[in-house]
T-cell receptor, first 114, second 112 residues
C-alpha cells in the first residue's frame, strides 16, 4: 500500500460525456502528477500540480484539466470524452518537486469510453 | 517513434532462471528509473540510476546504466513467480525535470 488512493477504480462513460477522477495523496506530499496508460503501453504524462498550481503539462488537449486542493488531493477532469480516452489513469504523489520520479503511485482508475 | 524502447516486449522464463531486460534511449539520458507494475495496477518504484556505469541492486534485481550507449539493463537472478509483472523504464529527457517519459514496458511471466 502506497497511501495514494484513487477513485473510482473502474468507470464506464459514453462518448461526449465528462468525467472526474480523484486522487488522495500520500500524507505530506504536495506534488501530484497524472498519467494516462493505454493498454500495452507505458504511462504518458498528462500534467503535474505543485501546491495547487499546474507545474508542467504533457501533450494533452485542453479538455484534460486538473485541480489540486489545499489538502493536496487532486482531480483530473476530461470533457467531451473520446473512445481513445479509454485507458488506466494513474496519479502519483511526491514530496516536493525534487524527486517526482520516486513518487508513490495509486492503483489507478480504469476508464472505458463506449 | 518512442523515445525509450524496451526489449524484449515480453518474456516467459522458468522459475530459477536469470533474465535481462533492456531499455534504450534515442536521446541523452539525465536519469533512468525502473518500475514494476502488476497488470492494471499502479507502479512501484524499484531504483534510479544517474551516473554512467552506475549499478544498483535490490534483493535479486540489479540495474546498470551505460550512459555512452544510452542504455540500461535490469537483471533478475534466480527468478521467482513473485517477479512476474510489467517492468517499465522511465527517464528524464532533459536536465530540468520537465520531460519525463516511460518505455512501453516488458511483460515478464515466471513459470513455477
Amino acid at each position: 500500500e502506497t497511501g495514494v488512493t484513487q477513485s473510482p477504480t473502474h468507470l464506464i462513460k459514453t462518448r461526449g460525456q465528462q468525467v472526474t477522477l480523484r486522487c488522495s495523496s500520500q500524507s505530506g506530499h504536495n506534488t501530484v502528477s497524472w498519467y494516462q496508460q493505454a493498454l500495452g503501453q507505458g504511462p504518458q504524462f498528462i500534467f503535474q500540480y505543485y501546491r495547487e498550481e499546474e507545474n508542467g503539462r504533457g501533450n494533452f488537449p485542453p479538455r484534460f484539466s486538473g485541480l489540486q486542493f489545499p489538502n493536496y488531493s487532486s482531480e483530473l477532469n476530461v470533457n467531451a470524452l473520446e473512445l481513445d480516452d479509454s485507458a488506466l489513469y494513474l496519479c502519483a504523489s511526491s514530496l516536493d518537486l525534487g524527486r517526482p520520479k520516486e513518487a508513490f503511485f495509486g492503483q489507478g482508475t480504469r476508464l472505458t469510453v463506449v | 517513434s518512442q523515445e525509450l524502447e524496451q526489449s524484449p516486449q515480453s518474456l516467459i522464463v522458468q522459475e530459477g532462471k536469470n533474465l535481462t531486460i533492456n531499455c534504450t534511449s534515442s536521446k541523452t539520458l539525465y536519469g533512468l528509473y525502473w518500475y514494476k507494475q502488476k497488470y492494471g495496477e499502479g507502479l512501484i518504484f524499484l531504483m534510479m540510476l544517474q551516473k554512467g556505469g552506475e549499478e544498483k541492486s535490490h534483493e535479486k534485481i540489479t540495474a546498470k546504466l551505460d550512459e555512452k550507449k544510452q542504455q540500461s539493463s535490469l537483471h533478475i537472478t534466480a527468478s521467482q513467480p513473485s517477479h512476474a509483472g510489467i517492468y517499465l523504464c522511465g527517464a528524464d529527457m532533459d536536465n530540468y525535470g520537465q520531460n519525463f517519459v516511460f518505455g512501453p514496458g516488458t511483460r515478464l511471466s515466471v513459470l513455477p
